[in-house]
């Protein structure tokens, strides 16, 4: 990509600026320590939240932005932003799906939304989403039953205070980087799951979610606490495009495993990438991690990114329980104008620890696409164990693939396994399915799914289907 | 029928094809047979629509349609197969959905109605019986990790299934052992009927033991320099491409 495509890019997302509507709950720009206090006020919170969020505030004005990696990113100013915007009144939403754009309708038609779901994920005022929402009373009670507490974060501050001050912040610290220091000063809202002891939790965590996921606000927050010997899947996002006024998205996610426990997080991310000159994407920085702080705990990381202008994330594991596993799938599709960067960190600190990184890299247009991971072994952890498998698919001769992989080792006793592979999606392989009669399109996406497999084998069932479509979605006129 | 009149080809700046005429009926089986580099693949994949190569002259037309006109997936629901000599790898994409999504794309262009999974399977198999091939060919990727024999097996495989009117095989007895080479010829004369035509590039006589050519033509520097009944090849068997060429050669 060429500086002057930057500087246009740049350009016109300047025009199109930041618009916030006023309403009388919704903070003026900037960020200070009373818009602090203001959104802890708003929000009821027990004093040891907003200290926590006055601490983090005072950190982030010590630290400067971090070094860009292999992105091109115009600078964000944090004074611009709105830090409290009260949710979209009923008032303000589509009342049926007949007021709902066509065009996003027509999408969720191609990526196999199930009907009862629409009209949730177009914003549809809830109380016309009969379907939905006596689903979600359902999973609730369900829940219930189990045990498990699952609620939005607001809901957790209120009337879990104690489980929030205990795990909050211990995998990400306040003081962890730019992005998650912003976070926690500001953070508005997000999901909370504590999975108690020898609980299997009875369903995905998904379903529920995504009927929830309107409105989740640009300084998400998620917290999950997996018991000993408890099981828990979570999805964040769908596969839904999702549009938000909000250039800026600094999402914390922390996740907990004691020992024994398992916890499988997936994520699909369609944000809004901008039109095909970039204008109007979304930057997504994102700050996850989950520590296996027990012995033969287990944390999966898998990820469907196909949205956003900029994405940067390095969902990572702290193996600190002897014989804890960690793993990264991931699937990064970037076409037009997009830039990714992404990987994973896997920190083995106990004996027996071991690691899987599986990395698919789609590029298309004049996209960029990075791989980013880390493997650190430190003295304690003998006999670790990585096997990192990073391939990159580029699509045309304008995008480029990058893989960075950095590898610290300090017991003799580890074994750190690296492929990497980079491949033009052949002209050999197109014809060979034309050939025999396949379209050209259903061959690109034939192809493309194939290379990602190993990806989307890992995600819950009903999303695979989903998520193979919003690749062919994503993909849409990238060859021919 | 297949008609090929004055063809003429290059690739990059190279001039491959240099008038090819050929004429294959209905119910006929050709040989083309000819030394390394003289074309033989080239015209194979001009036949199945490749966009590498430019046609400078010249017409290919099948049943009364101009094939140049068509997309390799039209020619492909028109009935034409290619067995390709190097066939590709898919990683990830499994054998069997590669082959019913073909099927089904066929169907449909045909207006026929698209086999479900439990007919689509009943018909692999019985195939995959003809072909001698195991069952586990199905659910590995396309021609991940194959043999250069599985993937020539796989290639008639697919053939079995298509059922194409006008199949060209590019050096599909390549690489077989005597026992793979009797399957595959077997795979091939199950197809052999009245309505289809087909064309095989071999270099060796032993293929056309089993599948018995109408006519065998001889492509040497693109060009088709000698046509004949199948004793043609064991003639060439015997003397060598050299002995053509020379007396062509003016
Ligand atoms: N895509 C291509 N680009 C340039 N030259 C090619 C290409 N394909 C084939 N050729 C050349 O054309 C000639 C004929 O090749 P080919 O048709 O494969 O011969 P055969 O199958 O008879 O051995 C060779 O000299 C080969 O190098
Ligand atoms: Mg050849």
């Given at each position: 990509m060429s500086n002057r495509d930057i500087e246009q890019l740049v350009a016109r997302q300047y025009e199109h600026g930041f618009v916030t509507e006023i309403e009388s709950v919704t903070l003026p720009p900037g960020i200070d320590e009373d818009v602090i206090r203001h959104i802890s006020n708003m929000k009821g919170e027990p004093d040891f939240m907003l200290q926590w969020r006055l601490r983090a505030y005072r950190h982030w004005l010590t630290m400067t932005e971090?070094?860009?990696?292999?992105?091109?990113?115009?600078?964000?100013?944090?004074?611009?932003?709105?830090?409290?915007?009260?949710?979209?009144?009923?008032?303000?939403?589509?009342?049926?799906?007949?007021?709902?754009?066509p065009k996003l309708l027509e999408?969720?038609?191609?990526?196999?939304?199930?009907?009862?779901?629409?009209?949730?994920?177009?914003?549809?005022?809830?109380?016309?989403?009969?379907?939905?929402?006596s689903v979600a009373t359902t999973f609730k009670e369900k829940l219930a039953d189990a045990g498990v507490i699952f609620c939005s974060f607001s809901e957790a501050v209120r009337n879990h205070p104690e489980l929030v001050e205990k795990h909050l912040g211990m995998v990400v610290p306040y003081t962890d980087n730019f992005f998650a220091t912003l976070n926690s000063a500001v953070f508005t809202d997000g999901s909370f799951v504590f999975v108690p002891k020898g609980v299997r939790c009875p369903?995905?965590?998904?379903?529920?979610?995504?009927?929830?996921?309107?409105?989740?606000?640009?300084?998400?927050?998620?917290?999950i606490v997996a018991e000993e010997g408890s099981h828990v899947s979570y999805l964040e996002g769908c596969t839904a495009p999702m549009r938000d006024e909000n250039q800026l998205h600094a999402a914390v996610v922390e996740l907990v495993a004691l020992d024994d426990a398992e916890i499988k997080y997936s994520t699909v991310q369609n944000w809004y990438p901008g039109d095909e000159n970039g204008v109007g994407g979304i930057y997504n920085f994102v700050t996850k991690r989950g520590e296996c702080r027990g012995k033969n705990a287990k944390i999966s990381w898998t990820q469907v990114e196909t949205g956003s202008a900029i994405t940067w994330k390095y969902p990572s594991c702290i193996l600190r329980g002897d014989n804890s596993v960690g793993e990264f799938y991931s699937v990064a599709v970037t076409n037009n104008?997009?830039?990714?960067?992404?990987?994973?960190?896997?920190?083995?600190?106990?004996?027996?620890?071991?690691?899987?990184?599986?990395?698919?890299?789609?590029?298309?247009?004049?996209?960029?696409?990075?791989?980013?991971?880390?493997?650190?072994?430190?003295?304690?952890?003998e006999y670790a164990r990585n096997h990192a498998q990073c391939d990159s698919l580029l699509m045309g001769d304008r995008c480029g693939a990058h893989t960075f992989p950095y590898i610290e080792v300090a017991n003799p006793t580890a074994k750190i396994e690296h492929e990497a592979t980079t491949s033009k999606i052949g002209e050999d392989q197109l014809f060979y399915c034309r050939q025999r009669g396949i379209s050209e399109e259903d061959a690109v996406n034939m192809i493309v799914n194939g290379f990602c497999k190993d990806v989307f084998r890992e995600l819950p069932m009903e999303f695979a289907v989903e998520a193979q479509n919003l690749l062919n979605v994503s993909l849409e006129g990238a060859v021919g | 029928m297949l008609s090929i009149r004055n063809l003429h080809a290059r690739a990059d700046d190279m001039e491959i094809l240099k008038g090819v005429n050929l004429e294959i009926p209905a119910g006929e089986v050709h040989a083309l047979m000819g030394p390394n580099g003289s074309g033989k693949s080239t015209l194979a994949q001009i036949i199945a629509g490749r966009e590498d190569f430019k046609v400078t002259a010249g017409e290919v037309r099948y049943r009364d349609i101009d094939l140049l006109e068509l997309t390799p997936e039209q020619r492909a629901h028109e009935g034409v197969f290619l067995a390709f000599q190097y066939p590709v790898e898919i990683p990830g994409v499994n054998n069997v959905y590669l082959l019913k999504a073909a099927l089904n794309a066929q169907r449909r262009h045909r207006g026929e109605t698209e086999l479900d999974a439990f007919e689509f399977l009943q018909l692999v198999r019985e195939k995959m019986q003809l072909m001698q091939m195991d069952e586990s060919f199905l659910n590995r990727g396309v021609n991940e990790d194959f043999s250069g024999g599985e993937k020539k097996r796989n290639e008639v495989l697919q053939m079995t299934i298509l059922e194409p009117t006008l199949a060209v095989l590019d050096e599909t007895d390549s690489g077989l052992d005597i026992d793979a080479l009797k399957v595959v010829a077997n795979g091939v004369n199950s197809l052999r009927d009245a309505s289809r035509s087909m064309l095989l590039v071999t270099h060796y006589q032993r293929l056309l033991d089993y599948i018995e050519p109408d006519v065998v033509h001889v492509l040497a520097d693109g060009k088709i320099v000698r046509s004949g009944g199948k004793e043609l090849a064991l003639e060439l068997e015997e003397r060598g491409y050299d002995w053509l060429q020379s007396g062509n050669a003016a």
């Open positions: 971090p070094d860009w990696a292999q992105l091109n990113i115009a600078p964000i100013d944090y004074q611009g932003i709105s830090y409290y915007s009260a949710p979209k009144s009923d008032e303000d939403r589509p009342k049926s799906l007949d007021e709902v754009d999408t969720y038609d191609k990526l196999g939304i199930p009907l009862h779901e629409r009209a949730a994920l177009a914003g549809v005022a809830v109380d016309a989403v009969f379907d939905s929402v369903m995905e965590l998904s379903t529920y979610f995504r009927i929830n996921a309107a409105n989740t606000g640009q300084f998400e927050r998620t917290l104008l997009q830039q990714a960067d992404t990987g994973t960190k896997m920190i083995h600190i106990g004996r027996n620890t071991s690691s899987t990184i599986v990395s698919k890299g789609i590029s298309a247009g004049r996209a960029q696409n990075s791989y980013r991971g880390l493997v650190k072994v430190l003295p304690g952890a | -």
